[in-house]
Structures are given as structure tokens and as C-alpha cells.
């Protein structure tokens, strides 16, 4: 008689939860290919992965607190004010779940309470960014400190996309260098991609709504150049010169899709990424994606940028000084004077973001994030 093989033992889910903002979640609505997976933070990848059992919250993060509290909290500690919301987490959460992935602090800050009367539970993860920004803008920077430090040493790890937040938190003693883990912030490569007809229109573009954007130092600088400038923020009290194009709104209120984006990345002479100093990763998001397009992306060099050994001047981006108006203006006249060096510089850009700064590699390196955090627990399961 022969005998049947026996099957493997069946492996035990890796179970993965990520909490992140319900307007992100809206994109996994559309067809596959009509939106970019790099706000997800790993989800889109891991969920794919075989094993791992990886699920999706989506919340709002809005205060269910009255009105007045709600400024109250924000105007003293200047930490999101979303407390009570954050409270109505199941507890189940923490014993469904081998790790629990979050942009958001007062959720991790609620879930931390809950662990103190456990000595198990999911492993928390934050993804975390200016921290700085929290700490400067606070009434109390003490008191925002202390509830930062207090929350950040009791998560099993901190995600950071810039080599500054980094810096920030350790010298600053708000987490153990153990627990902070740089990531490099990737874009989706199979979204963001050069037009097939190398068409480039005749306007320099710029895009954001971050308060980290300097369109005023931009706008001084761009001489008679077109530009295309989308974001909801107040840029200036004058009145825009003719050859500016100012558009209001955002991904939310559908003034601009995806694809709407990708186009005008894709049909623009170059993007222009102006920042204010500042040690928080800001701008990367629109330059990777500018960049996967294959075009070239004059950036603020802040003390933020998310990689100074990647981001290379003249090579895959033109890096300035933040707020230098000559330095961002003799930029914008080089790049528009040689469309040689805007495609070279482009070109070097597609390549870098397709090596160190695609969504898939970004998926990868959180997951191996959870699965160190996580190893103790389930060798001993």
C-alpha cells in the first residue's frame, strides 16, 4: 500500500490591521489601474501576500467632541482632537490582531490605554510625520512633548519617511532609536508613468495643499513663465499675474482625479516643488509622482528632505535652497531655457523612483517592520 502524502501544516495567518483615513480607503472603489496604491502604506501590497491576512478600517479621524473642546484641544496641544472618536475602538482589535498599523496618533493613544491592563495584544505601529510641527505650534510644547514621549515608547515601532523626522525624534528623546524605522515613501510605478507620446506642454506645474508649501516665494520667482498652480490654500492678498492659473481644491472634492493629475504631470515642461524649512517630509508625494513620470522637479533642499543621498542635484532633481527667491527663480530660467536637461533630468528621475522609491519596495520594507516587531509573539504561540 502507498501511502498518501501528508500535507504541510496549514501556516498561521499573519494578521495585519492598518486604521487609516476613510477618504484613501474611497480610491479601492474605482477599477484597478484608475488610482495609485502609495497612500495605502503597504496595505495594497501586503494584502496580496500569502499568509497574511491584512484588513483595512477606515475611519474619518473627525472629533465627535463638541466644537469648543475640540479648538480647545487642537489651540493648547496642537495633537489631533480626536479622542472620543479614537475611544470607540473595539477593544477585540487588539487580540484579533498580530499588528495594528495607523497614521493617525490619538488612535494609537487610545488603543496604548487599553494595553496597560494587557500584557498581549497586537503590536502597534505608527506611521508618523512632523512631530516638529506638533511640538513648535503647541501652547504647551511641554505637555505635547510629554504625551508624544509617553505614546511613542509605548508602540512596538515608528515608521518615518524622511531621514529629519528621524533625527528629530531621537535627539529630541521622543522614541529609542530601536523603535524608529526609516522607510523611504514610494509611488505606484505602474500609475505614475511617462506619456507614450513625449508630448510637454507650455506651463511649469505646481500641486499641493500641505502648509509647508511656499507658493509666495513661487510665485515671485516665476517670472513670465506659465504656471499651473493647484491647491486650496491662500497663496497671496494681490492679484495673480496673467500667466498664472490658479485652481482651488483637492482629491476629495473630485476638482482633480488621479488621472487628471497624472495628465498634467505628464504634459507639463517641469514641476516645481517649493517648500518652507522644516525637519517634516514634506512635497514627496508630487515630486515621486512627477518623477515616475519621468519629468524633472525643481525641490526646496529642507532640512526634511526625505533622503539626501538619493535626491541628487542636476542629477535626478534640481534641488534650492528653501525660500531663496533668486536661487528658485535662476532654476525655473535654466530648466525652461534647456529642454535637454529637463529630459536628462527626468529621465534619471523615472530610474531613481523605479530603484528606491516605488510603492512595492515601500510595502516590502513595512512589512518586514511587522514581521520583526511581531516575531517574538509568534515564536512563542
Same mark, same amino acid.
Given at each position: ?14 494578521? +495585519? ?8 480607503? &474611497? ?22 501576500r500569502e499568509g497574511w491576512q491584512v484588513d483595512l478600517l477606515a475611519r474619518g479621524f ?23 472618536? *479614537? ?15 495607523? @497614521? ?5 493613544? @487610545? ?48 515608521i518615518v519617511i524622511g531621514e529629519g523626522e528621524r533625527d528629530y525624534l531621537i535627539t ?20 505614475? +508613468? ?13 500641486i499641493g495643499n500641505d502648509d509647508g508649501r511656499d507658493y509666495d516665494v513661487l510665485l515671485? *520667482? ?48 517641469? +514641476? ?22 519621468? &519629468? ?65 519596495? @515601500? ?19
Amino acid at each position: 500500500m502507498v501511502s498518501s502524502p501528508v500535507s504541510p501544516p496549514v501556516a498561521h495567518l499573519f494578521r +495585519v490591521l492598518f486604521i487609516l483615513p476613510d477618504g484613501r480607503a &474611497k480610491r479601492l472603489q474605482f477599477d484597478h489601474g484608475a488610482f495609485p496604491d502609495e497612500f495605502f502604506y503597504g496595505y495594497c501590497q501586503l494584502a496580496r501576500r500569502e499568509g497574511w491576512q491584512v484588513d483595512l478600517l477606515a475611519r474619518g479621524f473627525h472629533s465627535s467632541l463638541g466644537f469648543y473642546a475640540q479648538k480647545l484641544i487642537h489651540w493648547f496641544t496642537h495633537l489631533s482632537p480626536d479622542f472620543s472618536d *479614537a475611544a470607540g475602538l473595539n477593544v477585540h482589535l487588539l487580540e484579533r490582531n498580530d499588528a495594528i498599523v495607523s @497614521m493617525s496618533e490619538p488612535v494609537l493613544f @487610545m488603543l496604548a490605554l487599553r494595553q496597560l491592563q494587557r500584557t498581549d495584544g497586537a503590536k502597534l505601529v505608527l506611521i508618523l510625520m512632523g512631530a516638529e510641527k506638533r511640538i513648535e505650534r503647541s501652547r504647551a510644547p511641554w505637555a505635547t512633548h510629554r504625551i508624544l514621549r509617553w505614546l511613542l515608547h509605548r508602540l512596538a515601532a515608528i515608521i518615518v519617511i524622511g531621514e529629519g523626522e528621524r533625527d528629530y525624534l531621537i535627539t529630541q528623546q521622543l522614541a529609542s532609536p530601536a523603535r524608529v524605522h526609516l522607510v523611504q515613501f514610494g509611488v505606484d510605478t505602474k500609475f505614475w +508613468v511617462p506619456a507614450g507620446n513625449d508630448g510637454v506642454g507650455d506651463y511649469v506645474l505646481a500641486i499641493g495643499n500641505d502648509d509647508g508649501r511656499d507658493y509666495d516665494v513661487l510665485l515671485q *520667482a516665476i517670472g513670465s513663465h506659465r504656471l499651473r498652480l493647484h491647491t486650496v490654500r491662500r497663496v497671496t492678498g494681490a492679484a495673480l499675474p496673467s500667466n498664472v492659473t490658479l485652481t482651488r481644491g483637492d482629491w476629495t472634492g473630485q476638482a482633480l482625479s488621479d488621472l487628471d493629475l497624472r495628465a498634467l504631470y505628464q504634459c507639463s515642461r517641469f +514641476v516645481v516643488t517649493p517648500l518652507k524649512d522644516s525637519t517634516q517630509p514634506q512635497g514627496q508625494s508630487v515630486t515621486l509622482q512627477a518623477m515616475a513620470c519621468g &519629468k524633472a522637479v525643481i525641490l526646496s533642499q529642507t532640512r526634511g528632505l526625505w533622503s539626501r543621498s538619493l535626491m541628487r542635484h542636476l542629477e535626478n532633481c534640481y534641488l534650492v535652497p528653501s525660500g531663496d527667491v533668486p536661487s528658485l527663480r535662476a532654476a525655473i530660467e535654466r530648466l525652461a531655457a534647456d529642454p535637454g536637461l529637463c529630459a536628462q533630468i527626468g529621465a534619471e528621475a523615472r530610474r531613481s523612483v523605479e530603484r528606491h522609491f516605488s510603492s512595492d519596495l @515601500m510595502g516590502d520594507r513595512i512589512g518586514a517592520i511587522l514581521q520583526d516587531v511581531c516575531a517574538p509573539v509568534r515564536q512563542a504561540c
